[in-house]
């Protein structure tokens, strides 16, 4: 029987990134601070002249007190979009299988490494443990850094920079 052992995964993610950058502006929106609760009536039933002989009364909300709020946003002056293609890793390794009985507590003074096909012994009526020692590695654990920021600089640029 052949096997195999599997011990490093290998692949490719794309990230895509966007950047922008802008200018904060200040703008005002109207907003209703107070609104009041008012009551009209419409017209049911008319007769033959045209007149109204029943009324029936509804409520309604109307807002008495409109105010300006201000507000600042960002006007996007600059916007670029990439995508980046990394390569990732992971290693699985077994770096020592350790084995403790009854039987290498009182001969060996406890854990034997039984790594490689080595054995471990057992008193009747006994049981044992085992402990697996791994070590796993990845470069996956880290976002990769976007590259720097290559737009050109202007006037409005919040970092004060002119062309060149």
């Not at 990230?15 to 005002?28: A, F, H, K, L």
């Not at 309604?60 to 006007?75: A, F, L």
């Not at 790594?115 to 009526?125: D, E, F, R, S, V």
């Not at 443990?129 to 850094?145: G, S, V, W």
Request: aromatic share 18%; proline share 4%; net charge positive.
């Amino acid at each position: 029987m052949t096997s195999q052992v599997r011990n490093r995964n290998e692949w490719r993610e794309k990230w895509e990134w966007y950047e922008q950058r802008g200018v904060v502006r200040s703008s005002t929106y109207r907003r209703c601070f107070r609104e009041e609760t008012r009551t009209g009536s419409y017209c049911v039933e008319r007769d033959e002249d045209g007149r109204c002989t029943d009324r029936e009364s509804y409520t309604y909300e109307v807002c008495v007190d409109w105010r300006d709020v201000p507000y600042e946003y960002c006007q996007v002056t600059y916007r670029r979009e990439w995508e980046e293609i990394h390569d990732y890793y992971e290693t699985f390794e077994i770096q020592d299988v350790l084995f403790r009985s009854k039987y290498t507590k009182d001969t060996k003074g406890g854990w034997v490494s039984v790594k490689g096909g080595k054995q471990g012994k057992i008193k009747a009526g006994y049981g044992f443990e085992l402990q697996i020692k791994t070590r796993y590695r990845t470069n996956r654990n880290i976002a990769p850094p976007p590259e720097p920021y290559k737009g050109n600089y202007y006037s409005g640029d919040a970092y004060g920079r002119y062309p060149i």
